[in-house]
Nanobody, 122 residues
Framework: QVQLVESGGGLVQPGGSLRLSCAAS????????IGWFRQAPGKEREGVSC????????NYPNSVKGRFTISRDNAKNTVYLQMNSLKPEDTAVYYC???????????????WGQGTQVTVSS
């Protein structure tokens, strides 16, 4: 049974940082690209980063470029999302997903975690 479990969310002040983790079981993470997505109430799901299976390629939308960094440790079957200079508009539930090819398009992914809440507020 494939499971992706996100952790590391919470409440942080504007300008602060969080590191999200995505731990995988039931699959060999090294065989999959990973994407991070977020969804705020009343808004569409948005891709915020993705990384190829080897980690050699990453992509970010302009909204988070320079603030978010995705990385992976295939030996630990875990992918990370370092989020710096957080803004109130970053508030959302954050999900990780596994798929064959790295993409910011959520429809390209086969397996999803349950999500972790990130709230940026003073």
């Amino acid at each position: 049974q494939v499971q992706l479990v996100e952790s590391g969310g919470g409440l942080v002040q504007p300008g602060g940082s969080l590191r999200l983790s995505c731990a995988a079981s039931g699959l060999i993470l090294a065989n999959y690209a990973i994407g991070w997505f977020r969804q705020a109430p009343g808004k569409e799901r948005e891709g915020v980063s993705c990384i190829s299976s080897t980690g050699g390629s990453t992509n970010y939308p302009n909204s988070v470029k320079g603030r978010f960094t995705i990385s992976r440790d295939n030996a630990k079957n875990t992918v990370y999302l370092q989020m710096n200079s957080l803004k109130p508009e970053d508030t959302a539930v954050y999900y990780c997903a596994a798929g064959i090819r790295a993409s910011l398009n959520w429809a390209r992914y086969d397996y999803w975690g349950q999500g972790t809440q990130v709230t940026v507020s003073s």
